[in-house]
C-alpha cells in the first residue's frame, strides 16, 4: 500500500510539472540543464561557451510512453539511467534551469532509432575521464551515441582551457590530476552548450 501512495504521489508530482510548462515533451526532446553551483559544472560550462551564450552542463533525453515522461541520461551519481521528469528538474531536491531543444523535422525520423539505442545503453557506468569509451559514457556521449547512426551530432576537439587566460583551468587540473590522467586536450568530445548550438536543433524555451 505504501508502495501504491509513493508511486502516485510521483505521478501527481510529475503532472504538475508537465502543467506548469506550455511545453508538451515529445520522445527524443533533449533537455539541457543549466550549470549548478559544483565547482566542475562551473568549470565545464567555462570551457565549453558557444556564440550561442547558452550556460549549460548536463543533457538527457526525453522518452515519453503512455504512463508518463521519464528522462534517460549519464548521471555522475548513478551512471547511465532512467529516471521520472521530476527527478530529472530536481537533482538532489534542487531546482535547476531546465531548457528544450527538440529536433527539427528534418531529423526528427532518427528519434526512434535513438531511444532504442539509449535504452541499450542503460547500465553502463558514468565516463569520468571524458574520453571517448565504449563501456562508459559521460552525459553529452550518451547523447551523441544514441543519435551516432543517423549522424546529428558531431565530435570536435576537446579543450580544457580557460578562454580568457589561455591556460588550464584550475579545476581541470586538480581533477586529471586526482585521476592519474593526462588532461585530455585536443582529442574528440562532445558538450551539452555544443549539442544545444547544433543547426540541428530548435529551442522550445524553459520548463517552469
Avoid at 506550455?22 to 539541457?32: A, K, N, P, T, V
Wanted: with cysteine.
Amino acid at each position: 500500500m505504501r508502495k501504491l501512495l509513493n508511486i502516485m504521489l510521483l505521478l501527481l508530482l510529475q503532472a504538475c510539472v508537465l502543467r506548469s510548462s506550455e511545453i508538451e515533451l515529445q520522445s527524443g526532446d533533449l533537455l539541457f540543464r543549466g550549470e549548478t553551483d559544483g565547482r566542475l559544472s562551473k568549470a565545464i560550462d567555462r570551457v565549453t561557451q558557444t556564440n550561442e551564450g547558452t550556460h549549460f552542463s548536463h543533457v538527457g533525453l526525453v522518452e515519453a510512453a503512455d504512463n508518463g515522461i521519464t528522462v534517460l541520461h549519464a548521471s555522475p551519481v548513478r551512471g547511465v539511467c532512467r529516471v521520472s521528469l521530476y527527478e530529472f528538474l530536481h537533482p538532489e531536491g534542487d531546482s535547476v534551469e531546465v531548457v528544450v531543444y527538440r529536433l527539427k523535422k528534418a531529423w526528427q525520423p532518427a528519434i526512434p532509432r535513438a531511444v532504442i539505442r539509449a535504452g541499450k545503453m542503460l547500465g553502463k557506468p558514468y565516463n569520468f575521464s571524458y574520453i571517448l569509451s565504449d563501456t562508459a559514457h559521460y552525459c553529452s556521449e550518451f547523447i551523441y551515441r544514441a543519435f551516432a547512426s543517423d549522424s546529428v551530432f558531431e565530435l570536435n576537439p576537446m579543450t580544457f582551457k580557460d578562454p580568457q587566460t589561455g591556460d588550464f583551468s584550475p579545476a581541470w587540473i586538480d581533477y586529471y590530476r586526482e585521476l592519474g590522467l593526462a588532461i585530455p586536450e585536443g582529442l574528440p568530445g562532445c558538450n551539452p552548450n555544443g549539442m544545444a548550438a547544433s543547426e540541428k536543433l530548435e529551442r522550445l524555451g524553459k520548463l517552469k
